[in-house]
């Protein structure tokens, strides 16, 4: 499910004075996933499935009605969805049901009760509660002034070895600051003294669980390709005035999965689903599942005051 597809254009505010007029039932060819879309009132759902509308067709993404307003948090729309008959437990996308799906989010009260609603075990409920420390742990992603736009994470591993892979010396990779410092606080004449952020290709340090790299030269393929040898690598790359989040998972050289925060994950990818990657309900912002998915990959915990002025090293990559 990607963002373009799930969102309404940007609607003309009404004059002063004016009531916005609801759209007609026709107004949506008979499809209830239009009408979601558009956050049509109940009245215009309700009006169409009396009309014939089946309430669990599925759209060209496999979707049902009931699973595009669940990851919308339509709460209005699950209740009508609900009430005409949508099966709630119906395998729809990934093999997952938009009732399982909701138990996990701000909905889990709409279904809870249901009949064949299933009960969490332990260990679930261990994942969830892990899972929303988590999130709530990298809310500070939000505050930034300005946004990293690549961050990679490789677990396992030290400053030096990753110098070493990149082709770099170590003695020649000089402690520098955070290229956000100068973005986020005046950067001091010691700051200025050890050289601007930009003149190095990118930028690493030392991490709970392994290292951290900021550069989009640290997000290629072959820079991933070298780091994540033998190890696990998490490489994001945040593009804020698309509001789009590109994530790449390697294992052992190879890159398994890309995948965005704001779309629906491959069925394999337990951990996004986990992170409410394809959400558009749950509170966290999709910055904030990218980095918790990254932490729960890579087991590499970023900080966040090292991340806004922080001491890093300096690293230009040979032949780069």
Partial sequence: MSLPQHFPHEREEEPEG???????????????????LNEAPVTTLEELLAAGAEVDAVDSLGETPLWLAVTLGARDAVEVLLRAGADPWAPTVAGR??????????????????????????????????????????????????????????????????????????DRCPTTMSPLSWFDDEPTLEDLENGHPETFDLYLGAQEGGVCLLGQKATTSRVCRLLSEGTRLAAAVFIEVKAICSLECWVDGVRNHRVDPMETPPEDLDAAWTYRFGDHAHPSSYEARALAFMTEFTGVEIDADWLRKGRMRGVNIPGA
């Fill in 18 to 36: 004016t009531e916005a007029s609801s759209p007609a039932p026709d107004a949506f060819s008979g499809s209830l996933h239009e009408a979601i």
């Fill in 97 to 170: 049901s938009p009732g399982e799906y909701a138990l996990e989010g701000p909905l889990a009260d709409l279904f809870r009760d249901l009949p064949g609603a299933p009960l969490p075990g332990e260990a679930e409920r261990r994942t969830r509660r892990h899972a929303d420390v988590l999130l709530s742990s990298y809310r500070w992603i939000d505050d930034l002034i300005v946004r990293p736009e690549d961050i990679t994470v490789v677990g396992g591993v030290t400053e030096e070895h990753v110098i070493q892979r990149l082709g770099a010396e170590p």
